[in-house]
C-alpha cells in the first residue's frame, strides 16, 4: 500500500505543478495583454458606464461597443399614469433590443449610459397648458445640447456606435435629439442613430396590435391615441403595472377624432392630461405594443450597424402633415424657450 501511497502523492504534486504553471501563464497573459483579455471578457455582455474603471472603459473594443443613450422625460400622464412614464417606458424599449442585439451580435459589448432625465414639452403643451404640475421640461436648445455634448464625448473617446432612445412624441423634444444625432455622426465620423424618432415615423403603435384588442374602426369610437390613453396605460401595465392608479379603468374617454382635433383642447373643458380610452387598456396589448416596439428598434439598428442609409427614412416630426394649429403651437413653444433664454442671459450680464 505504501508505494501506491507514495505514487499518488507524486502524481498529485505533479499535477499541481501544471495548474500552477497554467494559472502563472494566465496571469502573465492578462498582465502583458490587459485589454485583449479584458476585451474578449466583455464580448456580448452589457455593461453599465457609472459602475466601470476608465481602465475597463478604455479596453472596450472601440468598433464592437454600442453605447446606448436614454433619455426619459418627466411630463404628466393623466391622473392614472406616473410622470417617469415616458422614462420607464424608454428603458424598457432599450432593455429589450440590447436582448435582441447580444442575440444576434455576441461579438459586441453593450455599454448603458444613465439614464437622462430631461425632455422638451409634454402632452399638456397641446392643450396649451405650458407650466402644467406634473411636466418638468427644458429648453429645444437644451435638449440638443445635452444630447450633443454626451454623444461628443463618446465620440471624442474612438467609439464608433451610439443608439439614442426616448419614448416622447413632442415634435421638438425630436427634432432637438435628431439634429444632435446628425451632428455628432458628421463632426467625429461615428454612427449616432436617433433609432426611436426614426421609429415613430412609422406610427406610435402597430395598427393591427389596436385592432386586435379594441375592435376594427376604434378610432371612430376613441379617437387620437397618443397620449396616456389605452395605447400607453396598455405599455405601463406591462413594464410598470405597479405604479400604474386602479382607478384608470373608470376614466371616462376623451376623443378628438385627429390631431387637428388634439390641437383644439384648450377650446374644450374636461381635460384630464390625456386623450383616448385609459379603461380600455391592457396588459397583454401593453406586452404585445412593447415588444413590437422592440422589434422596429432592432431592425433599424441592424441596418445601422449594417452600414445601410439610413437618410432616406422618414423620420418623426418630418412626416407630419402641415397644420396651421401645429405651426401656431411651435411658434408659441420657440417663444417660450426664447424669452426663458433671454430672462438668463440677462441675469448674467448684471453679474459678469
Given at each position: ?36 483579455a ?9 455593461l ?61 459589448s453593450?455599454?448603458?449610459m ?16 405650458f ?10 436648445e437644451?435638449l440638443r ?15 464608433q ?6 419614448a ?12 444632435a ?17 426614426l ?42 403595472g ?7 379603468k ?8 385627429d ?29 404585445e ?6 422589434e ?11 452600414g ?45
Open positions: 500500500m505504501k508505494p501506491i501511497a507514495i505514487r499518488l502523492k507524486r502524481q498529485t504534486m505533479k499535477t499541481r505543478g501544471i495548474i500552477g504553471i497554467w494559472l502563472l501563464g494566465l496571469l502573465v497573459s492578462l498582465t502583458a495583454h490587459p485589454s485583449a479584458q476585451e474578449k471578457l466583455n464580448r456580448g455582455r452589457v453599465k458606464l457609472e459602475e466601470l474603471t476608465f481602465s475597463e472603459i478604455d479596453a472596450l473594443d472601440r468598433d464592437k461597443t454600442i453605447f446606448f443613450l436614454t433619455f426619459g422625460n418627466l411630463e404628466e400622464h393623466g391622473p392614472h399614469l406616473p410622470v417617469g412614464s415616458d422614462y420607464y417606458g424608454a428603458v424598457g424599449v432599450r432593455d429589450g433590443l440590447i436582448a435582441r442585439l447580444q442575440t444576434a451580435h455576441h461579438d459586441h453593450f455599454v448603458i444613465p439614464v437622462v432625465p430631461l425632455g422638451e414639452g409634454g402632452g399638456n403643451d397641446l392643450a396649451y397648458q407650466d402644467h404640475i406634473g411636466t418638468f421640461a427644458v429648453r429645444f437644451t445640447d445635452v444630447a450633443v455634448d454626451l454623444g461628443t464625448s463618446v465620440a471624442r473617446k474612438g467609439f456606435k451610439i443608439f439614442l432612445i426616448h416622447h412624441g413632442a415634435p421638438l423634444h425630436n427634432m432637438a435629439l435628431t439634429q444625432a446628425a451632428f455628432v455622426s458628421e463632426r467625429y465620423g461615428v454612427r449616432m442613430v436617433n433609432l426611436t424618432s421609429v415613430f415615423a412609422e406610427g406610435f403603435g402597430s395598427e393591427r396590435i389596436m385592432d386586435k384588442h379594441l375592435g376594427e374602426g376604434w378610432q371612430e369610437r376613441i379617437g387620437w391615441e397618443g397620449h396616456a390613453g389605452a395605447r400607453e396605460t396598455s405599455g405601463h401595465l406591462f413594464l410598470r405597479d405604479l400604474v392608479k386602479s382607478d384608470y373608470r376614466l371616462p374617454p376623451f376623443v378628438a377624432k390631431f387637428a382635433a388634439v390641437l383644439r383642447t384648450r377650446e374644450r373643458e374636461g381635460w384630464q392630461g390625456y386623450w383616448g380610452d385609459p379603461a380600455r387598456a391592457s396588459k397583454q396589448m401593453g406586452k405594443l412593447i415588444e413590437d416596439e422592440v422596429r428598434h432592432f431592425r433599424i439598428a441592424q441596418m445601422a450597424l449594417a445601410k442609409d439610413l437618410s432616406q427614412l422618414p423620420v418623426y416630426p418630418d412626416n407630419l402633415p402641415p397644420l396651421p394649429e401645429s405651426e401656431e403651437l411651435l411658434q408659441k413653444q420657440l417663444e417660450n424657450h426664447a424669452r426663458q433664454k433671454a430672462e438668463i442671459e440677462a441675469w448674467l450680464r448684471k453679474r459678469h
